[in-house]
């Protein structure tokens, strides 16, 4: 299964925009780049999902690099309620396994 | 709208004792998972579920089994419950396919003495 790798923890100001990156070098032609997060006591959220164009929803959008290679997820406002780990999965199996690795801690800042 | 339901909510065991958890959709998804967390890390997948009356090993199935009689329902049994099972246990499910987000459940949480 393709890795990813995120940074440990990151800080945010309250409204200002949080750009959390991942990589993913290893990625292959067929695979989606899902983010969750997942909030303290509580599971996992899905936020976003893509495979080679970049996204938008309404929690935030997702900037996938040209080569694959990496990706970034866009908060454009952070609140303090998007403190949370954030999950950067690659989906490679038919079966939709998810491999979560230890993610990014956000921690947002009034 | 009531998702991904988990119960209980909370458990303390002993050791040696057995239990079944009881994971339900009403999204009448395809796919089912069972992941564990531990203190400090991420989710790790205990075994799946693609369809009704299947199941598959995950990343960590040792100590478990589960089982998918109904398309609604996904059960994880611990038939004789040890201190490393102490954990968070997630249920997702999904749609079929690769495009397709997962649901979360809220978790139980399992305490084995």
């Known amino acids: 299964d393709a890795k990813t790798t995120q940074p440990n923890s990151m800080e945010s100001n309250e409204e200002e925009p949080v750009h959390l990156p991942c990589n993913h070098s290893?990625?292959?032609?067929?695979?989606?780049i899902h983010w969750y997060r997942q909030l303290p006591s509580q599971g996992p959220e899905y936020v976003i999902h893509?495979?080679?164009s970049n996204v938008n929803n309404r929690m935030a959008s997702l900037a996938i690099a040209e080569d694959r290679k990496s990706s970034t997820l866009i908060l454009h406002r952070a609140t303090l309620r998007d403190a949370a780990v954030y999950y950067c999965i690659l989906d490679s199996s038919n079966t939709g396994k998810l491999i979560f690795g230890q993610g990014t801690t956000l921690q947002v800042k009034p | 709208n009531a998702g991904v339901t988990q119960t209980p909510k909370f458990r303390v065991l002993k050791t040696g004792q057995s239990m079944t958890l009881l994971c339900a959709q009403d999204m009448n998804h395809e796919y089912m998972y069972w992941y564990r967390q531990d203190p400090g890390m991420g989710l790790r997948l205990i075994h799946y579920s693609v369809g009704e009356g299947t199941t598959a090993k995950g990343e960590v199935p040792d100590g478990y089994n589960v089982s998918r009689l109904k398309k609604q329902n996904f059960l994880l049994g611990l038939e004789s419950a040890a201190p490393s099972q102490t954990s968070v246990y997630f249920c997702?499910?999904?749609?079929?396919?690769?495009?397709?987000?997962?649901?979360f459940g809220d978790g139980t949480r399992l305490s084995i003495l």
């Open positions: 997702a499910s999904r749609e079929g396919g690769r495009n397709q987000p997962q649901h």
């Open positions: 290893t990625i292959s032609g067929t695979d989606y």
């Open positions: 893509g495979l080679t």
